[in-house]
């Protein structure tokens, strides 16, 4: 999949060249019951996602780029319309499926975005090529 696929994501990323050669590798896994017992009467499904690849951010110290790997791993059961409340649903986080479906790539990208630290920054000062320092004035009185 590429970045470019990804509106609300190519906001976060430094300049479009890189957004037009980043790739992400998205593996997506459904399966029929997601950790059932065997007394369930209702098996729950789950689809498991997992991204990985390299983004390119834009460094909040230095504002130069900065690499960042992903790495989302997350399994979501699915609560599928037209079937009651499970009861094992409350032992996993849950995804409501629509009677139009599931959007797998808004899926991917909010758990892409949500995984981006807050403040991208380089691990280490010395990584950055320059320090942006705010000047602030104080007025003569």
């Known amino acids: ?12 990323l430094v300049d479009e060249d890189t957004i037009a050669n980043t790739e992400l590798t998205v593996r ?18 789950s689809v498991a996602i997992t991204v990985e690849g390299e983004l390119v951010l834009e460094c ?16 979501y059961g699915l609560q599928l319309p037209g079937y009651g409340k499970n009861s094992e649903a409350d032992l996993f986080e849950t995804l409501e499926v629509g009677f139009d479906g599931l959007a797998l790539t808004e ?25 942006v320092v705010a000047a602030i004035e104080t007025p003569v009185v």
């Open 1 to 12: 999949m590429s970045a470019i696929e990804l509106s609300r994501l190519r906001g976060l």
């Open 28 to 45: 997506l896994r459904f399966e029929p019951g997601l950790g059932a017992s065997p007394t369930a009467t209702d098996v729950l499904p």
């Open 60 to 75: 909040q110290r230095c504002l130069d780029a900065m690499h960042w790997q992903s790495d989302v791993n997350v399994v």
């Open 107 to 131: 899926l991917v990208e909010d758990e892409l975005i949500s995984s981006i630290p807050l403040v991208p920054k380089h691990s280490d000062e010395s990584l950055c090529s320059r320090l």
